[in-house]
C-alpha cells in the first residue's frame, strides 16, 4: 500500500530524516513519536508532499508520489489529507466554508474565486460537521470556536477531500487532555469506519499507546523503534528519547489512560 524506501531530506549540512524504510500493507492507525527535532514532522510533510525529498522514493501502491508533478501531485494531495497543529482554518470564515475548502483541489479557479460550491457538496459538508458533533456551528466563524471544535473542523475539512491517508501533525499538542481526547477518539473512529489509514506525530507515550495500531519511534532522523504499543516498554521510550531523557516530552501529566474512549457509535461533544 504505503513504502518509504530510503525516504532522506536533508537541509544544507543537517540529515533531518535520514534513510526511512517503512511499509504500511493495510490500512492502521499509526504513531510517531520522538523528542522535538526527531524529523517527525519532515516525514509527514514529504509523504504530503509539502516538502520535496533528498534522496529515497515513497511508493503508495506501486507509484512514486515524489515523482508527481502538477495535476497529479495535487490529486495525490487530495488523497493524502494533512492535519496541522494549529488548524489552518481561515479565522473569519465560516465553518462550514472551511469544511468546504477541502474540495478546492478539485473545483476551477472560476468557481474557487466567488467561493461557489454545489448543493451536493454543502449538504455533504454538513454531514461531516454532524458527524463531528458539530453541526450546530455550522454558520459560525471558526475563530469563535474552542480549540477542539476547531480541530475537529479541520478534521472534517480533511475528509471532504475522501482521502486514501490522513496525516495529523500533532494534532493535539495545542489541546487540553480533555479536548485531546475528544480529537483522538474522532480519528480513531476515522480509521475504524472509514478505513482510513491515519498516521499521527504524537507527543505523548500514553496518547500512542491507547490509540494505535503500530508505533513508530524516531531519533535524529532515523526509525529506532517500529512495533505494537505493547512493545513500547520504558527501555524502548528511553531508546527514542535518549538515556537521560526526563521524558517531559512523553510525560503522563497529559494522560489520556483514565479517559475511556467512547465506542463508534457514541457522538463527541458538541461543547468540547
Same mark, same amino acid.
Given at each position: ?15 533531518? @530524516?535520514?534513510n526511512v %524504510?517503512? &511499509?504500511v ?9 520522538g523528542?522535538?527535532?526527531a524529523?517527525?514532522? =519532515?516525514?509527514?510533510r514529504?509523504?504530503?508532499r509539502?516538502?520535496?525529498? =533528498? &534522496?529515497?522514493?515513497l511508493?503508495?501502491e ?12 495535487r ?5 493524502c489529507?494533512m492535519i496541522?497543529q ?5 479565522? *473569519? ?11 478546492l ?5 472560476l468557481? =474557487?474565486m ?8 454543502i449538504?455533504?459538508? +454538513?454531514d461531516? $460537521?454532524e458527524?463531528?458533533?458539530i &453541526?450546530?456551528?455550522a454558520?459560525? *466563524? /471558526?475563530e ?5 471544535q476547531?480541530?475537529? @473542523?479541520?478534521?472534517?475539512?480533511a475528509?471532504?477531500?475522501d482521502p486514501?491517508? +490522513? $496525516? /495529523?501533525? &500533532?494534532p493535539?499538542a495545542?489541546l487540553d ?7 483522538m477518539?474522532?480519528?480513531?473512529r476515522i ?5 482510513? =489509514?491515519v498516521?499521527a506525530?504524537?507527543?505523548t $507515550? ?5 490509540? %494505535?495500531?503500530r508505533? +513508530? ?6 526509525? @529506532? ?5 505493547d512493545?513500547?516498554t520504558t527501555?524502548?521510550a528511553r531508546?527514542?528519547?535518549g538515556?537521560?531523557a526526563?521524558?517531559?516530552? /512523553?510525560a ?9 474512549r467512547p465506542?463508534p457509535?457514541?457522538? /463527541?461533544p458538541a461543547?468540547?
Open positions: 500500500m504505503l513504502a518509504f524506501q530510503g525516504l532522506t531530506k536533508r537541509f544544507g549540512n543537517n540529515t533531518a @530524516v535520514d %524504510c517503512l &511499509e500493507d493495510r490500512p492502521m492507525m499509526i504513531g510517531i513519536i523528542a522535538s527535532g524529523g517527525k514532522s =519532515t516525514l509527514l514529504m509523504v504530503n509539502l516538502t520535496d525529498a =533528498t &534522496e529515497g522514493r511508493l503508495f506501486g507509484r512514486d508520489v515524489l515523482q508527481l508533478k502538477g495535476a497529479e501531485m490529486q495525490w494531495q487530495s488523497q489529507a496541522f494549529q488548524f489552518n482554518l481561515v479565522p *473569519r470564515m465560516d465553518v462550514v466554508s472551511n469544511v468546504l475548502h477541502g474540495t483541489n478539485r473545483r476551477s479557479t468557481s =474557487t466567488f467561493n461557489l460550491y454545489p448543493s451536493a457538496d449538504h455533504r459538508a +454538513i461531516i $460537521l458527524r463531528m458533533g &453541526e450546530a456551528h454558520a459560525k *466563524r /471558526a469563535a470556536l474552542s480549540g477542539g476547531q480541530q475537529r @473542523v479541520a478534521i472534517a475539512r475528509l471532504m477531500q486514501r491517508i +490522513i $496525516l /495529523a501533525d &500533532e493535539i495545542s487532555p480533555m479536548n485531546a481526547k475528544v480529537v477518539d474522532t480519528l480513531r480509521h475504524e469506519e472509514d478505513g482510513r =489509514t498516521i506525530n504524537l507527543h $507515550l500514553d496518547t500512542a499507546r491507547q490509540y %494505535c495500531d508505533v +513508530i519511534g524516531m531519533r535524529l532522523g532515523r526509525v @529506532v523503534f517500529d512495533g505494537t504499543p512493545q513500547l527501555g524502548v531508546d527514542i528519547y538515556a537521560d526526563s521524558f517531559s516530552e /512523553a503522563t501529566s497529559t494522560s489520556l489512560d483514565t479517559l475511556k465506542t457509535a457514541q457522538p /463527541a461543547n468540547a
